[in-house]
């Protein structure tokens, strides 16, 4: 279970007992490196949680933490310390493949904050109809019975131009949807980022419904691709 | 992660798959729909408007194979019964009979979503009342 640990309340460092902050990799003091920390993907980064992120330094980051932590330098070290700077690499790969995808650095911070994102918690909401456009639901439905006749055609060895011009039409129209999706996410970024308590909850609701029906739309996208292409 | 030989048959031999005529006075429709997995359902009950039994059951679904054999056997079970002895059925008694892992359980709500929604539909059309049952749980 994800929880934000504070990251400013310091740990005692094994080596040298001085006070760092539970997110680092290394002591401040001694420099020694430390085993991998309990906080969350951002403050491995030095970063509070946020949405928009620079992702040029992200990457300079990883870089440069990745050298320091590389086993290579800790051929001679301590079993313990040997043994940290692999874990610290595969959290440190973790965090960054997390915070550099804008939908995984999305679901990541939402889940921080308590969404139950995920097919293991679906069916939760399930009374709340908001979390499912019915208006949505019909066009999906009906564009996967189109793609089934189509599938079909072609198996048989037939090609329907008609319901091929209708796909390519579906799948321009969706593309649309997907990128207004990802326009409203990144406006709710912002909100999130710059915003109050209140604001940055309902930013968070915004965004897990937006999440919802980006990944309804991605499937369809996908699948229309797939048929079209095959 | 493996599926039951249940499911896997279901899957196979998907039962009642097919359409109904939506604008039939005696057809309920009920389509739902998982946002998580971005699956789609739709269940069709053709109701005796005499007896309240439900004679016929078609479904369609988009999905995976809990989300088909879920489906597949909400039409089986809810086929010769009364519509309001359709309602009682769960999803736990789905994921039971298809011995469903807990990733998988929400297939099963989404059956259950489709039977009340197909049925609910159903009474919408032909001015039934909501049962006692429905009204208990809208409070």
């Given at each position: 279970m994800l929880k934000i640990v504070d990251s400013a309340v310091p740990v005692a460092c094994w080596s040298c007992s001085a006070a760092h902050k539970?997110?680092?990799?290394?002591?401040?003091?001694?420099?020694k490196i430390q085993p991998p920390p309990s906080g969350e993907y951002f403050?491995?980064?030095?970063?509070?949680?946020?949405?928009?992120?620079?992702?040029?330094?992200?990457e300079r980051e990883l870089h440069r933490l990745s050298r320091r932590l590389h086993p290579d330098r800790f051929a001679r070290a301590s079993e313990n310390e040997r043994e940290w700077s692999l874990a610290d690499?595969?959290?440190?790969?973790?965090?960054y493949r997390t915070l550099k995808d804008p939908l995984r650095r999305t679901e990541y911070l939402l889940k921080l904050h308590g969404a139950e994102i995920g097919e293991e918690h679906a069916g939760k909401d399930r009374r709340d109809p908001s979390r499912v456009p019915p208006d949505l639901l019909e066009e999906v439905f009906d564009l996967n019975m189109?793609?089934?006749?189509?599938?079909?055609?072609?198996?048989?060895?037939?090609?329907?131009?008609?319901?091929?011009?209708?796909?390519?039409?579906?799948k321009k129209k969706f593309d649309g949807l997907l990128e207004e999706v990802d326009r409203d996410l990144r406006a709710q970024w912002q909100a999130w980022d710059e915003g109050d308590q209140a604001a940055r909850e309902a930013a968070q609701k915004t965004m897990a419904a937006l999440l919802d029906r980006r990944r309804y739309l991605n499937n369809l996208v996908r699948d229309v691709t797939e048929t079209l292409g095959a | 992660m493996a599926y039951s030989d249940k499911v896997v048959d279901h899957y196979n031999n998907p039962r009642n798959v097919g359409t109904l005529d939506k604008s039939s006075q005696e057809v309920g429709t009920g389509l739902v729909g998982a946002p998580e997995c971005g699956d789609v359902m739709r269940l069709q009950i053709r109701v005796n408007p005499e007896t309240?039994?439900?004679?016929?059951?078609?479904?369609?679904?988009?999905?995976?194979?809990?989300?088909?054999?879920?489906?597949?056997?909400?039409?089986?079970?809810?086929?010769g019964r009364t519509v309001e002895d359709a309602l009682?059925?769960?999803?736990?008694?789905?994921?039971?009979?298809l011995s469903l892992p807990p990733v998988k359980i929400h297939c099963s709500v989404l059956?259950?979503?489709?039977?009340?929604?197909?049925?609910?539909d159903w009474k919408k059309k032909n001015g039934v009342a909501e049962t006692a049952q429905a009204a208990v749980a809208a409070k």
């Open positions: 539970a997110s680092a990799l290394f002591c401040s003091n001694c420099s403050s491995v980064f030095g970063l509070r949680p946020q949405l928009n992120l620079d992702l040029d330094a992200l690499t595969a959290l440190l790969n973790d965090a189109q793609l089934e006749e189509m599938r079909s055609a072609r198996q048989a060895g037939e090609t329907d131009q008609e319901l091929e011009k209708n796909l390519v039409e579906a | 309240q039994v439900i004679e016929e059951a078609k479904f369609k679904t988009f999905g995976c194979g809990s989300a088909i054999a879920s489906s597949s056997l909400a039409t089986e079970w809810i086929k009682t059925i769960k999803n736990t008694d789905i994921v039971k009979e059956a259950e979503d489709a039977i009340r929604a197909a049925i609910g």
